[in-house]
């Protein structure tokens, strides 16, 4: 067998490609072939083996120049949760200058951001962090402390005392200062600590003393002395006294969902508050001469102002407007109401029959047929038991109440505020007596509340009479000539109670277009 002339084994280059690769080459003689002809294998497998030593000596080679070049000092600290950009700049140490540039532009980036001071470490340069929940928790129990008990009348009472912070060096120290004053406060936490430290609350001294603030008004609910007058109506079942403040307590919460807009007539295009004042007198004469009950011409001008709140109407559509309005009414409030024929018959057939049923169906569709409307009468009953349902007040506080229906004046003011201002008028002109507990309970208005209404009323009693209808219902001896002795009586106490009759004789209908 031939020997082999030349065996060459190459080592492999470092994983790094170090240029200085170690190559090794091994030339066998023909005496040492001629040893190895008895055995090939031995040849082969020693031949490997050297190859493999070669290369193991390579790498170890390698790895240890590479450790060397890329140590670090012994006292560098590990930057945990650091600025990792000041690590690359050590290690750098002397590194290519576009690298260094490169550092030097990242750390500055750094540092602009976290807008505080930096502190050195070994060297290091270390920035410090702009969340810190170790100032947060410190101020928690002086917070606390403020709201709960602050005490003494200066501001210097209300500081809380600071809780003892731990050991620290004076550059940590001087970056927490500058981190609080940069990072924004927080809602709850940093912006407590500002209210409480540097805007206490005003002192208790630079308070108001007791005797210079303006007396507290009473409610009526909170006026005392009044006596439960339900209890002697316990064993009448139709008085339902156990019921009857939630009951009142509910129409008082309907009276705002039913009120018109007091300013409607701006939308109207054709209509006047006098072309109102005269369809109202006109339905005061058939509600009389059908002798209906009163709720029902209450319900009847709510209905009208209402729909002419929602609805723009013209002038020649205005009576059809009241008479449809009156025939609604009078289906909801009487016991047996009047045929549809007979509202045609009192228009003077202006309009036939089929007009006010399909007029109806327009109206209530107008409302959603709500017709819940809190009847003024039902309060001024109310009130009439803290009266001991005294007859004549009652007729009195009637004709008073009615003034709200012509006057447009009073849409701005709730039914039960109108009964009471009439009672309470009306109180005042038969001397009954003053407006006592038991009436600012039963009425829920004090005589502070009623004086507004109860002026309007003496100013339209002051002025001309121009709705001749009611009027003269009033004037008969069935009201007990209510509307003779009320105006007598507002002109002359007009003035006493802060009505001038100089202006209020200049009549507001004058200024409509309507003379004396």
Known sequence: MQARRTARTRAVANENGDENAIAATTRLTRAKAAS????????????????????????????????????????RKRAALGDVSNVHKAEAGGAAGADKKIVLKRTTKTTAAATTKPVATNGVTKAARTTRAAPIKATAKPVVEIT????????????????AAPSK????????????????????????????EDAPEPPAAKRPRVENQVPKVLTAAEVPGWDNLDEEDAEDPLMVSEYVNEIFDYLKKLEPETQPNPNYMDDQNELKWQMRGILVDWLVEVHTRFRLLPETLFLSVNIVDRFLTNKVV?????????????????????????HVQYFRHVADDGFTEEEILRAERFILATLEYNLSYPNPMNFLRRISKADQYDFQTRTFAKYLMEISLLDHRFLEYLPSHVSAAAMYMARM????????ANLVHFS?????QILPVFRLMIDYLIRPVKHQAFFKKYATKKFMKAAVHAREWAKKNASAHGVDPEIATRDLYAEEGFSN
């Open 169 to 196: 060096t004076k550059e940590v120290e001087e970056a927490e200062d500058e981190e609080n004053k940069a990072v924004p406060a927080v809602k709850g936490t940093k912006a407590v600590e500002i209210q409480a």
């Open 148 to 163: 709960k008990k602050p005490s003494g009348s200066g501001s210097g009472a209300l500081r809380p005392k600071k809780r």
């Open 36 to 75: 190895l002809t008895g055995n090939a294998a031995l040849a082969t497998k020693a031949a490997l083996n050297t190859k493999a030593a070669l290369t193991t000596k390579t790498a170890l080679a390698t790895k240890t120049v590479n450790t060397t070049t890329t140590a670090v000092p012994a006292n």
């Open 444 to 448: 829920d208005y004090t005589e502070l």
């Open 314 to 338: 013209m002038l020649d559509k205005l009576e059809l407007v009241g008479v449809t309005a009156m025939f609604i009414a009078a289906k909801y409030e009487e016991v047996f109401s009047p």
């Open 429 to 436: 002109m038969l001397n009954r007596g003053a407006w006592d």
